[in-house]
């Protein structure tokens, strides 16, 4: 698997520090955990963060602060690991990060196009979900106005920023014209986090829109 | 680039060492491991065999400053106190995942404390549940091959190697405005550069930041 498109690096480095909405966050996550590239720059972003824990000025503990902390460990000394959550057959081969959250029921929005919304754990400004497309399913013609950032899991899709595999990342704003045809051979699967208002005209927001409930 | 493993170990034990003696004598705070090696021979005694003198090292020296990054980064005074307290506990009960081959122990320290500033941040919207992409980097994978093993240590000397290269400035520029997320006429006054300049000289330091991890050809 060749990775062609990335994420710019600011959107790399604000991921790296803890910046991104949350569905942001997970569409880089899980870019980043398909592509070499992009991982080593935001541990050099967390490397950076790490030396800047270093030289932070410290602010001294409040008292009994320590003591408190080893009576809590003494309570309970381990933790678990967040456990994945079980998902059904229709999504295997889901990026490991995907895993632990939990994906609500698949609607059909669209012949051939239906989307399953992730739950996130807060009430950040966007919404992710996975987009299915059947083979060759070309997308109405729209321009963007929100922003959107999409990582592709399977399948493929090309619009004039060129072709769109496995782990290709594409970001989308108002300054593209598109019209995305998905790839023949199998369906194309893709996370996709918007950001905005409820009125979306994301990349594929405009048709999908009067399906997806926000 | 070869860092021998032989080589580690060797500087492991004369790190630990040097770490007991110096926390025997240890006057105040300042006085503290160096090497990014020696916290990680400190992490490792928690997990081995719940070392608590090994754990108050860590959390003298990283519970403050974790909270004085806190702060800085905007947090209030009782946020940053209890994602520093926090942070320390997960270096505890997570010691045993830390591997000393990622980019070293205050990385993922800071990794840890970023994700507990977010899930803060989630909880005061609506009870939420725990970043599980926290720090995967992090982790030892022990089902890696060899091969994977040895890719990933490559991976550490390079990044350790190309934020080592940044001028002081360019890392300044980049941990300013990401990781304090302070606002650009600071930075701008810390680089000594004029207010309109500060984006174009971020955007240089992300773009040498990536040549600098470019794999050798």
């Known amino acids: ?75 309970s000394p381990k933790t678990q690991m967040p456990q994945p959550v079980h998902h059904d057959a229709d999504e295997d081969g889901l990026p490991e990060i995907l895993r632990h959250y939990r994906i609500g029921p698949r609607r059909r929005i669209a012949p051939g196009v239906s989307l399953r919304p992730i739950e996130l754990p807060g009430t950040g400004k966007s919404r992710a979900f996975l987009l299915k497309s ?50 023949d051979g199998e369906p194309c699967v893709c996370l996709v986090a918007m950001t905005g208002d409820l009125r979306m005209n994301g990349f594929f927001g405009r048709l999908i829109s009067p399906f997806i409930r926000l | 680039m070869t860092r021998g493993s032989q080589a580690v170990t060797k500087s492991i034990g004369s790190a630990i060492r040097g770490t007991f003696r110096s926390a025997k004598l240890r006057t105040n705070d300042n006085e503290r491991p160096k090497a990014k090696v020696e916290w990680a021979e400190l992490i490792g005694r928690i997990a081995t065999h719940g ?40 270096v505890w009960r997570k010691a045993a995942q830390f591997d000393p081959a990622s980019a070293g122990a205050p990385a993922w320290i800071f990794t840890i404390a970023r994700n507990l500033r977010i899930d803060a941040v989630r909880r005061s919207a609506r009870a939420g549940f725990a970043v599980p992409d926290a720090e995967l980097e992090y982790l030892a994978h022990p089902a890696d091959s060899p091969e994977t093993q040895i890719s990933r240590r490559q991976d550490t000397a390079r990044i350790a190697d190309a934020v080592a290269l940044l001028s002081s400035d360019q890392s300044a520029a980049i941990r300013m405005s990401f990781v304090e997320d302070r606002p650009h006429a600071e930075i701008a006054e810390a680089l ?26």
């Open chain 2, 51 to 90: 070392d608590r003198d090994a754990f108050r090292l860590l959390f003298v020296h990283f519970a403050p400053r974790v909270k004085g990054l806190m702060l800085k980064a905007g947090a209030s005074g009782e946020e940053a106190e209890e994602i520093a307290q926090d942070t320390l506990l997960a």
């Open chain 1, 134 to 183: 059947g083979p060759g399913t070309r997308m109405l013609e729209h321009t963007h106005s929100g922003v959107e950032l999409t990582c592709v899991l399977k399948g493929s899709f090309s619009h004039v920023g060129g072709r769109f595999g496995p782990g290709d990342f594409d970001f989308g704003d108002e300054s593209l014209d598109h019209q995305p045809l998905v790839g």
């Open chain 2, 192 to 217: 000594r550069i004029p207010l309109g300049t500060v984006k174009s000289r971020i955007r240089l330091a992300m773009n040498r930041l990536k040549f600098l991890l470019e794999e050798p050809k």
């Open chain 1, 1 to 75: 698997m060749t990775i062609a498109h990335h994420p710019p690096e600011e959107l790399l480095a604000a991921f790296a520090a803890g910046k991104l909405d949350e569905g942001e966050h997970l569409v880089i996550a899980v870019h980043a955990s398909q592509c070499p590239a992009c991982r080593c720059f935001v541990r050099a972003v967390e490397t950076i963060g790490g030396a800047a824990i270093e030289s932070a000025k410290p602010y001294a503990m409040s008292k009994g602060a320590f003591e408190a902390l080893m009576a809590q460990i003494d309570q």
